[in-house]
């Protein structure tokens, strides 16, 4: 079992670029697929981007694709997302999870295919 713990959140204005992190502590961090998502209140949480276990395949929510990257860290078990052009109706609480598969090339983008989940952190984007 891991647990996923996020960081990097805070408070910037609309245009500007911020890099959130989520360290997973595990031997075999490659057996797991990595994604990030978002939620607001009242609404549900939504897919932002996955990637595989090998870290070749990314994909990306339509509503952030051109302007998040998401990367993973094999040596510090870390994956990144590094968001850029930063909007207003991007604020909201990011999630990461993790999900164990020996299928390394996977990139799940549905809450339910995800095994565990971080706390959360904060985005805020200012007009």
């Known amino acids: 079992q891991v647990q996923p713990v996020e960081s990097g959140g805070g408070l910037v204005q609309a245009g500007d670029s911020l890099r959130i992190s989520c360290e997973v502590s595990?031997?075999?961090?490659?057996?797991?697929?990595m994604g990030w998502f978002r939620q607001i209140p009242g609404k549900e949480r939504e897919f932002v981007a996955s990637i595989s276990g090998t870290g070749e395949n990314m994909i990306y929510a339509d509503a952030v694709k051109g302007r998040f990257t998401i990367s993973r860290d094999r040596a510090k078990m870390t994956v990144y997302l590094q968001m850029t052009s930063l909007k207003t109706e991007d604020t909201a609480v990011y999630y990461c999870?993790?999900?164990?598969?020996?299928?390394?090339?996977?990139?799940?983008?549905?809450?339910?295919?995800?095994?565990?989940w971080g706390q959360g952190t904060q985005v805020t984007v200012s007009s």
């Open positions: 595990s031997p075999v961090f490659s057996n797991y697929a």
């Open positions: 999870a993790a999900k164990y598969t020996v299928r390394a090339i996977v990139t799940p983008t549905t809450l339910n295919e995800y095994d565990y």
